[in-house]
């Protein structure tokens, strides 16, 4: 499995745009890159995940990179119910490999 | 609400003792996964089930065991405890392993917190 390296922490202020980098340069040919979040002690929580192409959703968009070695995670308005841990887990495999993540803190 | 749901939420007990934790995936899912988040050690992978059948092992202590029943609700037992065993167990549940090369996105549940005094 590919290794991440991700920002420790960021901070974003309420109603702006949250971009989250992620650097997987051995990423290989047939692993997909997901992003989980958990919020203080919950449960990780789905967010998105992609192969090559940019990909949005209800909850955010990704823009991975052409040579595949990086990828970004936005949150286009981010509130105070998005401080959490942002993982971001590149894979094949049934189970996910989970780092440090980012912690976001979204501030007033 | 992921549609996971684990019992119980909190579970205190004492070294050597033996618990079991229970995980009933989302309708439809076939796979579950046990994955165990401790201060030091963060969110490790432990264990898949497909269907009923061991899928993947991570790392799993041997004194640690699961099972995956017809209905498709799965077990966690920990046996012997000790302090370094008090973690948040989490499970999840996705339809299906692995697809072509991706993995479908997992739902976790709210997780059980395992305290060994």
Redesign the interface.
């Given at each position: 499995d590919a290794k991440t390296t991700q920002p420790p922490s960021m901070d974003c202020a309420e109603g702006r745009a949250a971009n989250l980098p992620c650097n997987h340069s051995t990423i290989s040919g047939n692993e997909y890159v997901y992003w989980y979040r958990q919020i203080h002690s919950q449960g990780p929580q789905y967010i998105i995940h992609g192969l090559k192409n940019n990909e949005t959703n209800e909850m955010a968009s990704l823009i991975i990179t052409e040579d595949r070695k990086s990828s970004t995670l936005i949150l286009p308005h981010a509130t105070l119910r998005d401080t959490a841990v942002y993982y971001c887990i590149p894979g094949s495999q049934g189970n996910l490999i989970f780092g440090k993540g980012t912690k976001l803190s979204v501030k007033p | 609400d992921?549609g996971?749901t684990q019992t119980p939420k909190h579970l205190i007990t004492a070294t050597g003792q033996r618990v079991t934790l229970r995980c009933s995936p989302r309708s439809g899912d076939l796979?579950v996964?046990w994955?165990q988040q401790s201060l030091d050690q963060?969110?490790?992978?432990l264990i898949?089930y497909?269907n009923g059948e061991e899928?993947?092992k991570?790392n799993i202590l041997e004194r640690f065991s699961a099972q995956q029943f017809p209905d498709l609700h799965s077990e966690l037992n920990l046996s012997s405890l000790e302090l370094g065993d008090s973690a948040?167990y989490?499970c999840?549940s996705?339809l299906q392993?692995?697809s072509g090369?991706?993995?479908y996105?997992?739902?976790?549940?709210?997780?059980t917190r395992l305290t060994v005094t």
């Open positions: - | 992921s996971v796979s996964y994955y963060g969110l490790q992978f898949q497909y899928r993947a991570g948040l989490f999840a996705s392993p692995t090369g991706a993995l996105e997992q739902y976790f549940g709210p997780g």
